[in-house]
């Protein structure tokens, strides 16, 4: 009870700071929310579910759903793929390589958005990126002035990459700060038992990490399923013609360059509502797993 005492402040402060603003996300969803009622010069038109009927009867918006939830899960497998690679890696290296490894991992983790995305869109420049000046000078054809943003796969490919490169250390450290406090004992006992590599991987050290990886793949999703930055920055504000446009961008267009502030908060919502869906089913799914382990 006194634990709980303790906590409470940090728990009604947490609960002010996202209930707050989750309600006047909802309110301005249910109104004729635009430039003239933002500024006063008309009243504001109260439309119950109208912004979420236009939104799900918009053929925009699904394309935009669905190319936002490949993202995310490309984005999303690969951080877990190069996470647990790598802190796998760095419990089997010496101690400076391992410093090293995760000196450049936080590096990576502490960059600023805005700044990691306009260094990658430098690399990848088309006329003076570094990646090019190397692919032409091992002779590759085609590569001068190549434009890595104008198709819209290699638009999202080179995002995805450069979102994976400053969310796998997060993954990283929690998966061998997990493996790390796994006894030794455990593992040589499965040796002993005769289990191979890939068997003591899968049955005993997996389920060992089970809650360390929910954690790492919750907060990857909730990171990559709305990323902002990454996609407006390199892709000057979601590609040509919006080709690589993904839920947060098409919210930001929406309310801000197209002032329907009513509609932008609506798409906040469906948002809010599908990450909440998609981390109880994951949820469920793993302790699902545990029941049959």
């Known amino acids: 009870m006194m634990a709980l005492l ?13 209930c707050y603003p989750l309600y006047q996300l909802v309110q301005i969803s249910l109104y004729e929310y635009g430039q003239a009622q933002a500024s006063g010069g008309a009243p504001l038109e109260f439309l119950g579910a109208g912004n979420y009927r236009a939104l799900f009867g918009d053929a925009e918006f699904w394309t935009v759903l669905l190319q936002t939830c490949a993202f995310a899960a490309v984005c999303v497998l690969g951080s877990l793929a190069v996470g647990i690679g790598l802190a796998v890696l760095a419990t089997k290296i010496a101690p400076l390589p391992r ?9 990576a983790w502490a960059t600023p958005a805005v700044a990691g995305s306009t260094v990658w869109l430098f690399l990848f420049d088309q006329d003076f990126g570094l990646v090019n000046e190397v692919l032409t000078g091992i002779g590759i054809s085609g590569a001068e002035e190549f434009s890595w943003t104008y198709d819209k796969y290699l638009a999202f490919g080179l995002v ?3 979102v994976i490169w400053c969310s796998f250390p997060f993954v990283l450290v929690t998966t061998y700060a997990g ?21 003591t991987a899968r049955s005993v050290l997996l389920p060992m990490l089970r809650p360390v990886l929910v954690i790492a793949t919750i907060q990857s999703i909730i990171w990559d399923f709305k990323v902002f930055t990454q996609i407006y920055v390199m892709t000057n504000g979601g590609g040509i013609a919006g080709q690589n446009m993904v839920l947060n961008v098409y919210a930001y267009q929406e309310a801000f360059a197209a002032s329907n502030y009513g509609t932008g908060s609506a798409i906040g919502v469906v948002m809010t509502a599908l990450l909440l869906v998609i981390t109880l089913l994951y949820l469920r799914a793993q302790r699902g797993n545990e029941v049959l382990a």
């Not at 303790?6 to 996202?18: G, N, T």
Request: charged share 10%; no cysteine.
């Open 6 to 18: 303790h906590l409470a402040p940090a728990a009604l402060l947490l609960v002010a700071m996202m």
């Open 99 to 107: 410093i090293l490894l995760f000196l450049a991992a936080i590096g």
């Open 160 to 162: 995805a990459a450069e």
């Open 179 to 199: 493996l790390t406090g796994i006894p030794g004992e455990v593992v040589e006992a499965a040796a002993l038992d005769g289990a191979s590599a890939w068997r």
